[in-house]
């Protein structure tokens, strides 16, 4: 199976038909589901600044509802567009525009971080959000989600590992959303979902996301690296790329990679199927 893919930069309209999207949201995540039948399904919403790139994908495909939305875990650059994304294409509330969400599934506010980010969730989402676990599904023409096994973090742990993982079914594409998950558990998760064609790399192609292991389990044929080419983090990591030296990669922003970066080392890390993105990423999901 080889499904066809577009880079959506300066494109006038967008692919009708079931796909996924990858937005292009900088340092962050963001990702579109369409369905056979038209549903549409969010995971996460990226940075507060890169909310008009999600509101400007929303807008190609003609989408004012979102059918689910899921938030991997409260990190801002992956929940911080949601409020101004709600607003709709004017910003105002009450003014006709707003994006309308039935449901909304995140780890469960138990120790959320206090930030504005995490706050405005909260707010808009009100009453039609709710704690989702592993082995929770959701389905539609064409379109199935289900949460994957994590682990079981620490009583302790940091955001990243309090996320959650999905396993995505959408024509013949089956997709890994890990979130920002450490490596021995995104390793899990890629064990509970098998084989897939796409992952997307846990933590933006960081150091402690993407394992031998995980490679392994996930046996992707296309990996998506979400990054942004500002990115401070040197995400995605030079052991990263080498560790995918064989697979196909394709990565939204490369930081620092320039010979006065600060990540010089990533230009010579890139392997001969790795390809640097300008725009959105669609992928094509033939129905079955």
Same mark, same amino acid.
């Given at each position: 199976?080889?499904?066809?893919?577009?880079?959506?930069?300066?494109?006038?309209?967008?692919?009708?038909?079931?796909?996924?999207?990858?937005? !292009?949201?900088?340092?962050?995540?963001?990702?579109?589901?369409?369905?056979?039948?038209?549903?549409?399904?969010?995971?996460?919403?990226?940075?507060?600044?890169?909310?008009?790139?999600?509101?400007?994908?929303?807008?190609?495909?003609?989408?004012?509802?979102?059918?689910?939305?899921?938030?991997?875990?409260?990190?801002?650059?992956?929940?911080?567009?949601?409020?101004?994304?709600?607003?709709?294409? !004017?910003?105002?509330?009450?003014?006709?525009?707003?994006?309308?969400?039935?449901?909304?599934?995140?780890?469960?506010?138990?120790?959320?971080?206090?930030?504005?980010?995490?706050?405005?969730?909260?707010?808009?989402?009100?009453?039609?959000?709710?704690?989702?676990?592993?082995? !929770?599904?959701?389905?539609?023409?064409?379109?199935?989600?289900?949460?994957?096994?994590?682990?079981?973090?620490?009583?302790?742990?940091?955001?990243?590992?309090?996320?959650?993982?999905?396993?995505?079914?959408?024509?013949?594409?089956?997709?890994?959303?890990?979130? !920002?998950?450490?490596?021995?558990?995104?390793?899990?998760?890629?064990?509970?979902?098998?084989?897939?064609?796409?992952?997307?790399?846990?933590?933006?192609?960081?150091?402690?996301?993407?394992?031998?292991?995980?490679?392994?389990?996930?046996?992707?044929?296309?990996?998506?690296?979400?990054?942004?080419?500002?990115?401070?983090?040197?995400?995605?990591?030079?052991?990263?790329?080498?560790?995918?030296?064989?697979?196909?990669?394709?990565?939204?922003?490369?930081?620092?990679?320039?010979?006065?970066?600060?990540?010089?080392?990533?230009?010579?890390?890139?392997?001969?199927?790795?390809?640097?993105?300008?725009?959105?990423?669609?992928?094509?999901?033939?129905?079955?």
């Amino acid at each position: 199976m080889d499904p066809t893919a577009l880079l959506l930069a300066g494109t006038l309209t967008a692919p009708s038909g079931p796909g996924l999207r990858f937005i !292009d949201v900088g340092q962050g995540s963001a990702l579109l589901l369409v369905g056979a039948a038209g549903q549409a399904v969010m995971i996460d919403s990226g940075p507060a600044g890169a909310a008009e790139a999600v509101l400007h994908a929303l807008d190609e495909h003609g989408l004012l509802r979102i059918d689910l939305w899921i938030h991997t875990h409260f990190d801002a650059d992956h929940v911080g567009g949601f409020g101004r994304v709600l607003a709709g294409a !004017d910003g105002v509330v009450g003014s006709g525009d707003e994006i309308e969400v039935v449901a909304l599934w995140d780890r469960g506010l138990a120790g959320a971080p206090a930030t504005d980010a995490v706050a405005a969730y909260r707010a808009g989402a009100g009453e039609r959000r709710r704690e989702a676990r592993a082995g !929770d599904r959701w389905d539609a023409p064409g379109l199935s989600l289900r949460l994957v096994r994590t682990g079981a973090p620490l009583m302790f742990a940091a955001e990243n590992a309090r996320g959650l993982a999905i396993c995505v079914e959408i024509g013949e594409l089956r997709l890994l959303a890990p979130g !920002d998950l450490p490596a021995a558990q995104a390793a899990e998760a890629a064990a509970d979902c098998g084989a897939v064609y796409v992952l997307w790399a846990a933590h933006h192609g960081g150091v402690d996301g993407t394992s031998a292991t995980v490679i392994a389990a996930a046996d992707p044929a296309l990996v998506v690296i979400s990054a942004g080419h500002d990115n401070p983090y040197c995400h995605p990591a030079a052991i990263t790329l080498a560790r995918l030296s064989t697979r196909a990669v394709w990565i939204t922003g490369l930081a620092g990679a320039g010979p006065l970066g600060a990540c010089p080392s990533l230009a010579t890390s890139l392997a001969e199927q790795h390809r640097l993105l300008a725009g959105d990423l669609w992928l094509v999901a033939d129905e079955p």
